[in-house]
């Protein structure tokens, strides 16, 4: 079974400009996730999707920060324009639905896509 | 809200030493509790996972960690660790099911000396 898939896996830019960043998740995976990793610290939630609505976005900073998935699958975070402190690795996670229980609520991560803002 | 502390930033073991990483919770409700493992430029692979049964766990890699409710903790342990653990770790805690949101911990670096 194929993981999730990101793409592009490093990119360096200079401030202001702008990124974009896309994910794949596991095929039949409602929920896709978009984390936020900077260097030293654990991975902060910014957008959870359930098929194509958005469920959480509450951490996530819209006035520079945009991510979509419009047809409940794959999904693109982009970044516009981009501040020094966005430097980070960007996550994309995706789990099953299902009620609790046996359906653990694990989240199947991709290997993460590298943002330094220069 | 939800939270989770992993009092230890570095850990160094040698090979072949336990290991054991701290992890505590704070969750309103019964909690679904994982610990994830980050290679170097890699993404998170799941360790194991606790949601309910027996408080005594175990993953892949040789990898156990044991649920106490009373204490709010998760901790790893491993009973000899080899040089290719070395890596981060991380705990996290949410509510399980469909639409799981996970909060993570800020992780342990853990570093094997040979």
């Known amino acids: 079974e194929a993981g999730v898939a990101q793409s592009p896996r490093y990119k360096i830019i200079e401030k202001r400009q702008s990124v974009a960043f896309w994910c794949n998740p596991i095929?039949?995976?409602?929920?896709l996730y978009w984390y936020q990793q900077i260097l030293g610290q654990g991975p902060k939630l910014l957008i959870q999707f359930q098929n194509n609505g958005v469920v959480d976005d509450s951490q996530l900073p819209k006035d520079r920060f945009s991510a979509e998935r419009l047809k409940g699958v794959d999904s693109t975070l982009k970044i516009q324009p981009a501040k020094l402190e966005d430097s980070a690795v960007y996550l994309c996670?995706?789990?099953?639905?299902?009620?609790?229980?046996?359906?653990?609520?694990?989240?199947?991560f991709g290997e993460g896509s590298r943002l330094t803002v220069l | 809200a939800q939270s989770v502390t992993q009092p230890d930033i570095h850990i160094t073991v040698s090979e072949g030493a336990s290991l054991e990483l701290r992890c505590n919770y704070s969750?309103?409700?019964?909690?679904?509790l994982f610990w994830y493992v980050q290679s170097p430029g890699q993404g998170l692979q799941l360790l194991l996972k606790y949601f309910s049964g027996d408080t005594l766990v175990q993953g892949i890699k040789g990898f156990e960690a044991e649920f106490k409710r009373s204490q709010s903790s998760f901790n790893l342990r491993k009973p000899s660790v080899h040089w290719s653990d070395a890596a981060e770790y991380f705990c996290a805690v949410g509510r399980g099911g469909g639409g799981n949101k996970l909060t993570f911990g800020t992780g342990t670096q853990l570093k094997v000396e040979l």
């Open positions: 095929s039949g995976h409602a929920t």
């Open positions: 969750y309103g409700a019964t909690p679904y």
């Open positions: 996670a995706s789990s099953l639905a299902g009620l609790a229980g046996a359906n653990t609520g694990e989240l199947f």
